[in-house]
């Protein structure tokens, strides 16, 4: 992961819809991060040693030079290749030291969250981290508290996917093709020259490694569930709406509301141990005032083009409460659900599933175990 510059992203910030949160200024070891007079989040250039720590915390804080979902894709693309993914930080690099193709260097391990673990351990990409961790202890760029948030943000993505990331102190090198052709003899010249060009046949083709892995078979096959369900039209554009306060109606996915969705399109069994809060509207109380939709900073509460109804898309709801302190009428709770409540209803006709965003009620899609998720 290139080092950019952290930029702060206004979308996904719900503080400046009103909310209190300071998660950021908390999870911050420099004390860099501040706020402006309309609640939006101010980095302090000065202070700022860029570690990162913040993009595991929270979606409103990016680097310029990759987001959290180019570096999934970039995973993705290693995992493709038939290779383990290695993650490491900077203070593990040192000068001289090429790392290999499946290396991901990052400015501090606390900056993935637990969302980013556990779609990649639910897609049975092979994960280790290689790194000499008593670095940490010390570490100017991102501080003491930066071991306990990695290694929260590792266990959680461990126990919501039951998949294990794996260690290693030995960081993989970049790997000279040539070596063995002049390492061997004249009379083994030729040989060697045919494994390389077999080698580097096989890394431009992605079947150097685990060519017929089942791991491998298996990542696809999730890859491809994931991408499948990812195509339930997650809007991000600005939608004509007639009932919508300002007569447009936007909804904003957040990244890691988007990897759990992933996570759990390609392993559905682990949904039930992912824990959600979400908002429940109760259709006998709500006066449909529409007080709730002015707040939502992502849409998962927005009028029906058709009749201007509230409708509610559990899918990005993310349990901020700003529509708990609007409703005038006490309809709307924030309840305690599982990922289960994130998987697409079956339509039992035709045992198709339907877009979930019509119901207002998250208990609407299939989960037999509503409150087995266990509490990071």
């Not at 913040?54 to 680097?63: K, Y």
């Not at 000499?132 to 993505?157: F, P, Q, V």
């Not at 994931?226 to 339930?232: G, H």
């Not at 849409?299 to 901020?320: H, K, L, M, T, W």
Request: negative net charge; hydrophobic residues 35%; proline residues 5%.
């Amino acid at each position: 992961m290139s080092e950019g510059k952290i930029v702060v992203l206004q979308d996904y910030c719900v503080r400046v819809k009103g909310a209190d949160c300071s998660r950021c200024e908390t999870a911050c070891p420099k004390e860099a991060i501040g706020y402006s007079a309309d609640g939006m989040p101010v980095i302090d250039a000065q202070l700022c040693t860029q570690c990162g720590i913040c993009l595991g915390i929270c979606d409103s804080f990016s680097s310029t030079r990759v987001t959290m979902l180019d570096l999934h894709e970039r995973v993705r693309s290693i995992a493709l290749r038939g290779e383990t993914v290695h993650f490491t930080c900077k203070e593990n690099i040192f000068e001289g030291l090429e790392v290999a193709a499946n290396v991901v260097i990052l400015p501090c391990l606390a900056c993935l969250s637990p969302e980013f673990w556990t779609v990649v351990l639910s897609e049975n990409i092979q994960v280790k981290v290689a790194c000499d961790l008593s670095y940490c202890a010390d570490c100017e760029r991102a501080g003491e508290n930066a071991e306990m948030l990695y290694t929260h943000a590792i266990k959680t993505g461990e126990t919501w996917s039951l998949q294990k990331v794996g260690f290693s102190r030995v960081i993989p090198e970049k790997e000279n093709l040539l070596k063995e052709l002049a390492s061997n003899g004249e009379v083994d010249r030729r040989s060697a020259f045919t494994n390389i060009v077999q080698d580097v046949s096989g890394i431009a083709t992605g079947q150097r490694n685990l060519r017929n892995s089942e791991v491998l078979q298996r990542f696809v096959e999730r890859r491809e569930r994931s991408r499948a369900m990812a195509k339930l039209k997650f809007a991000g554009a600005d939608l004509l709406n007639d009932y919508s306060p300002t007569g447009r109606m936007k909804k904003i996915m957040f990244p890691k509301r988007q990897m759990i969705i992933e996570a759990v399109a390609a392993s559905p069994e682990i949904a039930a141990r992912i824990p959600l809060f979400v908002a429940e509207i109760d259709p006998e109380i709500c006066a449909h005032h529409k007080d709730c939709l002015r707040v939502c900073p992502t849409g998962a509460i927005s009028p029906n083009p058709e009749n201007g109804e509230q409708q509610f898309d559990v899918r990005y709801c993310i349990g901020c409460e700003l529509c708990v302190a609007a409703c005038p009428t006490s309809a709307i709770r924030i309840v305690e659900e599982s990922g289960r409540c994130l998987l697409p209803p079956v339509d039992p006709s035709t045992e198709q599933s339907v877009d979930p965003s019509a119901t207002l009620d998250p208990s609407a899609a299939p989960q037999d175990d509503k409150k087995e998720g266990m509490s990071s």
